[in-house]
């Protein structure tokens, strides 16, 4: 395995681990804080059982070489829900608004890093 495919299964494997431990797993374990955020931005009585599945969906689908890049553009739909809630409920921007455009740098990263067919479709690593 080149460098490269390796520092992209670090990265896609630090997203991943992210997503499950501080977005996914809140969500199914229905935890205080993660209905308290959603209601601090304005999201009375959100779907978290809902949102927590897809996010986990997503996730997955996105570690599985296969299925990798299904993956990136479900989280990146997710993610861009999450900007406009954020936009709505006026959160701070580079802290809170754009966390999910730098989750989406280090996710599309690490898949560009790991599989060569994407890197011929976007050959900005060799």
């Given at each position: 395995m080149a460098l490269t495919e390796k520092?992209?299964?670090?990265?896609?494997?630090?997203f991943g681990l992210f997503m499950l431990g501080a977005s996914v797993t809140p969500k199914l374990t229905a935890m205080a804080a993660?209905?308290?955020?959603l209601v601090a931005l304005g999201w009375q009585?959100?779907?978290?059982?809902?949102?927590?599945?897809?996010?986990?969906?997503?996730t997955m689908l996105y570690l599985l070489p296969a299925t990798g890049v299904l993956g990136a553009a479900l989280m990146m739909a997710?993610?861009?829900?999450?900007?406009?809630?954020?936009l709505h409920g006026n959160a701070p921007l580079y802290s809170h608004t754009l966390f999910s455009v730098y989750l989406g740098i280090i996710m599309w990263g690490g898949l560009i890093l790991r599989d060569p067919r994407i890197r011929a479709v976007f050959p900005l690593v060799r």
């Amino acid at each position: 395995m080149a460098l490269t495919e390796k520092l992209g299964w670090g990265l896609s494997g630090l997203f991943g681990l992210f997503m499950l431990g501080a977005s996914v797993t809140p969500k199914l374990t229905a935890m205080a804080a993660a209905n308290e955020a959603l209601v601090a931005l304005g999201w009375q009585g959100a779907p978290l059982l809902l949102i927590g599945v897809l996010e986990l969906l997503g996730t997955m689908l996105y570690l599985l070489p296969a299925t990798g890049v299904l993956g990136a553009a479900l989280m990146m739909a997710i993610f861009g829900g999450a900007i406009a809630t954020n936009l709505h409920g006026n959160a701070p921007l580079y802290s809170h608004t754009l966390f999910s455009v730098y989750l989406g740098i280090i996710m599309w990263g690490g898949l560009i890093l790991r599989d060569p067919r994407i890197r011929a479709v976007f050959p900005l690593v060799r």
